[in-house]
């Protein structure tokens, strides 16, 4: 199993900019794909951005340009730099990984705990 443990999250000014990080643990995995997603009060959990091993990203419309999602391979660790960061940006960040066991075929998906990003306007 893997766990991952989140961090960086917080209150924050409107036009202001926070990095959230995301470390994904456990034993005999390799990981195919990570990304954040958020969720805000009474709405669905949305993307919000996704990096792929190779080092692809794909990201929300609604983030382009402000946010940035990286990797660091050896440490298993997303990041997700915030900037410009707007009142509708307000929502619990999900960290979500796809594993693969050593030797394995099917593909898994774990999810952080969650971390509270909150931008006052």
């Known amino acids: 199993q893997v766990q991952l443990v989140e961090s960086g999250g917080g209150l924050v000014q409107a036009g202001g900019s926070l990095r959230l990080s995301c470390a994904a643990s456990?034993?005999?995995?390799?990981?195919?794909?990570m990304g954040w997603y958020r969720q805000a009060p009474g709405k669905q959990r949305d993307l919000v951005a996704t990096?792929?091993?190779?080092?692809?990203?794909n990201y929300a419309d609604s983030v382009k340009g402000r946010f940035t999602i990286s990797r660091d391979n050896a440490k298993n660790t997303v990041l997700l730099q915030m900037n410009s960061l707007k009142s509708e940006d307000t929502a619990v960040y999900y960290c979500?990984?796809?594993?693969?066991?050593?030797?394995?075929?099917?593909?898994?998906?774990?999810w952080g705990q969650g971390t509270q990003v909150t931008v006052s306007s």
């Open positions: 456990g034993s005999s995995f390799s990981i195919v794909g």
């Open positions: 979500n990984i796809i594993w693969r066991r050593f030797g394995g075929l099917v593909d898994f998906a774990s």
């Open positions: 990096i792929t091993t190779g080092g692809s990203t």
